[in-house]
């Protein structure tokens, strides 16, 4: 059996830890929590479990906080092993399922680079959010290769690194996550791994719940964090396609959902697309925007702040 790391991401956790420090069921040999800089007992209770707490690098960013913790943990699991990633936002698993179900999809299959689970909608999730994650994690597993692109368009590589796995060798084959990602360094990775020939789970029997309450701005700056992801990984849409046509399916499905539950909601459904539209088209544009708006305007404004000292730093040295 290959060892197995799992890596826990947090800030401000202790309310959850105790749900947190199970979430593997005991399966990992390595355990290690990469905390950004928390200001109540996360760390000290982490440790009072017998986990490894590290610090996380000053300047959260989604791709390079994790390449730092893969880093960390690669040299103790060897290359024949396995990280698990999750996030302190993913409240339990649901079920018998678990990190068991994305290992076991990584033993059944020896192409499988990675394998990410199914994601519930809280229990208190409101028809938005409970639609989305139903949307996107549906009831069927399947394993995706890079000629599904044919089939699922910019789908083929979708992927969330809230939970999910990766085989040490496959993730080393691909360079590992990306140094700076605003959002979707879970997408790249995916990308990179069917264009190397591995082959990505979805695992629908491995359930946590986890889903997020966004007003209607929230997820137009959401959406536009998606804009300046695919705006500076154009890569992907080229090889995978647009999705502007996925945009389109899940609005369908939204209102035929709303129909069924809540069909006042209806015309709030539609401003939600109008202004996550009106978002990725901006961060589309991103590079015509000035800093200062496009901080405003963005969830990840540690991104943008980043951006800032780098930009005045070359003025400087300039």
Request: aromatic share 10%; hydrophobic share 40%.
């Amino acid at each position: 059996m290959p060892r197995v790391a799992l890596v826990v991401l947090t800030k401000d956790a202790s309310a959850s830890w105790k749900e947190l420090s199970v979430v593997d069921g005991g399966v990992a040999d390595v355990r290690l929590v990469v905390d950004s800089g928390s200001t109540d007992a996360t760390p000290a209770l982490a440790s009072q479990d017998g986990w490894l707490v590290e610090r996380a690098p000053e300047g959260f960013d989604h791709g390079g906080t994790r390449r730092w913790a893969f880093e960390r943990v690669k040299r103790l699991v060897r290359r024949s092993g396995i990280v698990v990633f999750v996030t302190q936002d993913v409240s339990r698993v649901v079920g018998g399922g678990g990190v068991d179900a994305l290992l076991a999809a990584l033993e059944q299959h020896e192409d499988v680079g990675a394998a990410y689970g199914r994601q519930l909608p809280r229990l208190e999730a409101k028809p938005f959010e409970a639609h989305a994650r139903l949307f996107n994690y549906p009831e069927q597993s399947e394993v995706r290769s890079f000629e599904d692109r044919a089939r699922l368009g910019i789908k083929a590589c979708f992927f969330s690194d809230s939970f999910a796995a990766y085989r040490v060798k496959a993730l080393e084959d691909v360079g590992g996550f990306p140094e700076r990602a605003i959002v979707g360094e879970d997408v790249i990775v995916a990308a990179k791994l069917l264009k190397a020939g591995w082959k990505i789970a979805y695992v629908a029997d491995a359930c946590v719940y986890h889903s997020h309450d966004l007003t209607p701005t929230q997820e137009m700056r959401r959406y536009f964090d998606i804009g300046v992801f695919h705006a500076r990984e154009s890569w992907i849409l080229r090889e995978f396609g647009n999705p502007e046509g996925e945009g389109l399916r899940f609005l369908v499905s939204e209102v035929r959902y709303l129909w069924e539950r809540a069909p006042w909601l209806i015309p709030e459904s539609l401003l939600r697309a109008g202004l996550k539209y009106v978002g990725y088209r901006l961060g589309r544009a991103e590079r015509h925007l000035p800093l200062a708006f496009k901080r405003w305007m963005s969830l990840q404004r540690h991104f943008w702040k980043r951006e800032a000292e780098e930009l005045r730093g070359l003025r400087q040295t300039g």
